[in-house]
T-cell receptor, first 112, second 116 residues
Framework: GESVGLHLPTLSVQEGDNSIINCAYSNSASDYFIWYKQESGKGPQFIIDIRSNMDKRQGQRVTVLLNKTVKHLSLQIAATQPGDSAVYFCAHNRGGAQKLVFGQGTRLTINP | EAQVTQNPRYLITVTGKKLTVTCSQNMNHEYMSWYRQDPGLGLRQIYYSMNVEVTDKGDVPEGYKVSRKEKRNFPLILESPSPNQTSLYFC???????????????FGPGTRLTVL
């Protein structure tokens, strides 16, 4: 069945290091893959998206990589800061519609 | 300030007592959606609306109703709440897909519902 999953439920990194959050997907018909960030007590917040015909996209301190061969998506955060502590969700836009399907989330913890 | 607001933020109720969670956005978005978030299950879509008077089921619509009489409002109605509807609920909105900006959904702060 269709799913958007995550390799690890938690990730702990040192402040200043780079973080890599991974996601696997099964639906090859998605138009976009998206990353959201959810801080404690708040709603999810859009970070970055990537169209399915691309393999890399960069934003401010973030890079998303898409490997369609192995159906793998990753979010790289450069120079991780305390404010990056959150749960990160990957999602995909199913079949051109506006319906987003979310993964279960990875909790990123920053060690001082 | 551009935002999505939800009310109430917290609600404890009893089985069978009808309730409505309101959602309002001030960004003139066409698309609005309701999600529920449960531990280990992530965010699951309940209902969505592409525009006024246009609504459709998401992945988990059973036990819920919605309406979209105005562009800015998208209330979630639980006619007869049950304990399995205890969850954290989020409303979200975005521009229509024809604008090319559909992946950025703006989420409200959430409503934590407990049904006893």
């Amino acid at each position: 069945g269709e799913s958007v999953g995550l390799h690890l439920p938690t990730l702990s990194v040192q402040e200043g290091d780079n973080s890599i959050i991974n996601c696997a997907y099964s639906n090859s018909a998605s138009d976009y893959f998206i990353w959201y960030k959810q801080e404690s007590g708040k709603g999810p917040q859009f970070i970055i998206d990537i169209r399915s015909n691309m393999d890399k996209r960069q934003g401010q301190r973030v890079t998303v990589l898409l490997n369609k061969t192995v159906k793998h998506l990753s979010l790289q955060i450069a120079a991780t800061q305390p404010g990056d502590s959150a749960v990160y969700f990957c999602a995909h836009n199913r079949g051109g519609a506006q319906k987003l399907v979310f993964g279960q989330g990875t909790r990123l913890t920053i060690n001082p | 300030e551009a935002q999505v607001t939800q009310n109430p933020r917290y609600l404890i109720t009893v089985t069978g007592k009808k309730l409505t969670v309101t959602c309002s956005q001030n960004m003139n978005h066409e698309y609005m959606s309701w999600y529920r978030q449960d531990p280990g299950l992530g965010l699951r879509q309940i209902y969505y609306s592409m525009n006024v008077e246009v609504t459709d089921k998401g992945d988990v619509p059973e036990g819920y109703k919605v309406s979209r009489k105005e562009k800015r409002n998208f209330p979630l109605i639980l006619e007869s709440p049950s304990p399995n509807q205890t969850s954290l609920y989020f409303c979200a909105s975005s521009f229509h897909r024809t604008s090319g900006r559909t992946n950025e959904q703006f989420f409200g702060p959430g409503t934590r519902l407990t049904v006893l």
